[in-house]
């Protein structure tokens, strides 16, 4: 496959993906995928636990993070173990991280942050490389190059937010300022492209009473700018410039982050400059001071090499463990219940 053709693949599969999320996730239909009985209550009903769509829509984002991290490691010669064992650290320390941050920034148990646990990951992800070029069996095809590395999973992360950004959609987290509260050119400007959200059970709705109000479609607008970032990333680092691409793809996503905090209605702590914000703006001054440590020496890339390495049991296995694990980690709601009767249809018998 060649390059452009890939990079139009990843726009035009990214454009649907968020044409069809905007359209469909606000509606209260959108947010519980299934119901789980687990006790019979004494009426006879059950009880049950509910299986979300943000778990479904996260999972989808994380493997498309994966599989772009494994097909642009790939390229430049990464082997699958080093890029598993960097994968598994990553992934092992921002997951929890999502959880933990936000109960520290936040004082809620059971919420997560994507911003909290990119920022760790961004933080950790030079020292495991590093890392990972200790350990023998990985680092026995070649040490794992790290502005690569880091331009790969800074492009992966833009691609599996923007896309994410659709499981905040279904469940109605991280959601604008309604439109009559914004400047009247603004409001104007955003008008055919704001969301109303349905339902009683989504955050929007309980947390700030906002549903059936027309509000600044920040997921959507966050979904196009990360992954617009992440296509010409993508570009820049399949002719070798890794820096630029990395430096791009964590630039605009988390100065991004931190602008976008001053159009979101939704509690992200006391202060007027949130701890998120301060997460965005060290981050991107600790990802410049990394590329100007980072060694000089850098590979070509292959693309075909990448995708080849993909398609073969063990990244397939390996792509399908996560999305099992995450849709296990935040499909699972712990913020609704459900009750759940069953009885026969007679006249079908």
């Known amino acids: 496959m060649s390059e452009t053709l890939f990079i139009a693949l990843l726009a035009a599969v990214s454009a649907l993906y968020l044409w069809w999320g905007m359209r469909t996730l606000p509606h209260e239909r959108w947010q519980i995928a299934a119901a789980v009985p687990l006790r019979r209550g004494e009426d006879g009903n059950w009880h049950g636990v509910n299986l979300t769509w943000y778990g479904i829509l996260t999972a989808n ?5 994966v599989f772009l991290a494994l097909v642009l490691l790939g390229s430049v010669g990464v082997s699958l173990t080093a890029t598993a064992l960097l994968v598994a650290i990553l992934l092992g320390c921002c997951v929890p991280a999502s959880r933990l941050v936000a109960q520290i920034v936040e004082g809620k148990a059971n919420t997560f942050t994507v911003g909290g646990a990119v920022f760790v990951g961004i933080v950790i992800a030079p020292w495991a490389i590093r890392l990972v070029n200790c350990v023998p069996a990985a680092a026995s095809k070649g040490a794992v190059p790290v502005l690569p590395a880091l331009a790969a999973f800074a492009i992966a992360y833009a691609f599996g937010e923007g896309m994410g950004r659709l499981a905040c959609v279904s469940f109605g987290c991280c959601y604008g300022k309604p ?21 009683k059970t989504k955050k929007i709705s309980y947390a700030s009473g906002l549903d059936g109000v027309k509000v600044l479609p920040v997921q959507g607008i966050t979904y196009l700018l990360y992954t617009l970032a992440g296509i010409v990333a993508t570009w820049l680092f399949l002719r070798g410039a890794f820096g630029a691409a990395f430096l791009l793809a964590l630039g605009v996503t988390q100065g991004w982050r931190v602008f976008s905090e001053f159009l979101r209605d939704d509690y992200r702590g006391d202060r007027r400059f949130s701890v998120y914000q301060w997460m965005g703006v060290i981050a991107v001054i600790y990802g ?16 075909a090499h990448g995708l080849a390495g993909v ?27 459900a009750t759940v009767s069953f009885r026969v249809e007679r006249d079908k018998i």
Do not use: E, N
Request: with cysteine; glycine share 10%; aromatic share 12%.
């Open 179 to 199: 439109l009559s509260s914004c400047h009247p050119v603004v409001a104007r400007l955003a008008a055919p492209f704001g969301l109303v959200f349905t339902g």
């Open 61 to 65: 984002a994380y493997v498309a993070a």
């Open 288 to 303: 410049g001071w990394v590329v100007s440590r980072a060694d000089g020496v850098v590979a070509g890339t292959d693309l």
């Open 311 to 337: 398609w073969s049991p063990a990244p397939l296995l390996i792509m399908q463990m996560i999305w099992i694990g995450i849709f296990l980690y935040t499909g699972v709601s712990r913020v609704t219940a």
